[in-house]
């Protein structure tokens, strides 16, 4: 199985309602990245957590990062149709030497 | 300034032919990363370079897969003879440093008939 697995695979909520996105992974890390990919376009980096962080802040987005765990969260307050995407999370880590890996995504589908 | 730059957008090939993919990256990056993704997957790394320097190839398969960043000029993904399972949308990524923040292009869909 992959460094980065994300969960749900897929989620389904109406507008203004939370998002959580949970990525877990197997080895120490460096950092910890999420991006966003809306379909058929380039990824879009939204948050870069490092290991000694617990909790970053970026506009209505929420990164957690519990090492003892090796997992991480992404929360998407007041959800809006435009948070419609999938969002991958990404392991910078020394096993995996100079690559940074990515996780199989959670689609995000936001209800208007 | 502008974003990482993939050309062609689209791109068909017949089986045994040659693809070249190109990726211009930001201003002032260095690092070059290429991306391999299926539908409803997520992104394979295949290759990281530096400057004339491939630094990591390990995702990329030994055959028929080269990369390379000249000082001057784009990153070129070549893959030669290409066979339908090569078929994917391909991904470019640049980066002021070693795997931070990455900034992507927009990918080139490749196509073998």
């Known amino acids: 199985s992959q460094q980065g697995e994300e969960d749900p695979q897929a989620l389904s909520i109406q507008e203004g309602e939370n998002a959580t996105m949970n990525c877990s992974y197997k080895t120490s890390i460096n950092n910890l990245q999420w991006y966003r990919q809306n379909s058929g376009r380039g990824l879009v980096h939204l948050i870069l957590i490092r290991s000694n962080e617990r909790e970053k802040h970026s506009g209505r987005l929420r990164v957690t990062l519990d090492t003892s765990k090796k997992s991480s969260s992404l929360l998407i307050t007041a959800s809006r149709a435009a948070d419609t995407a999938s969002y991958f999370c990404a392991t910078d880590a020394m096993e995996y030497g100079n690559k940074l890996v990515f996780g199989a995504g959670t689609i995000l589908r936001v209800k208007s | 300034n502008a974003g990482v730059m993939q050309n062609p957008r689209h791109l068909v090939r017949r089986r045994g032919q040659e693809a070249r993919l190109r990726c211009s990256p930001m201003k002032g990056h260095s690092h070059v990363y290429w991306y391999r993704q299926l539908p409803e997957e997520g992104l394979k790394f295949m290759v990281y370079l530096q400057k004339e320097n491939i630094i990591d190839e390990s995702g990329m398969p030994k055959e028929r897969f080269s990369a390379e960043f000249p000082k001057e000029g784009p990153s070129i993904l070549r893959i030669q003879q290409v066979v339908r399972g090569d078929s994917a949308a391909y991904f470019c990524?640049?980066?002021?440093?070693?795997?931070?923040?990455?900034?992507f292009g927009s990918g080139t869909q490749l196509s073998v008939l």
């Open positions: 990524a640049s980066s002021p440093r070693q795997n931070e923040k990455l900034f």
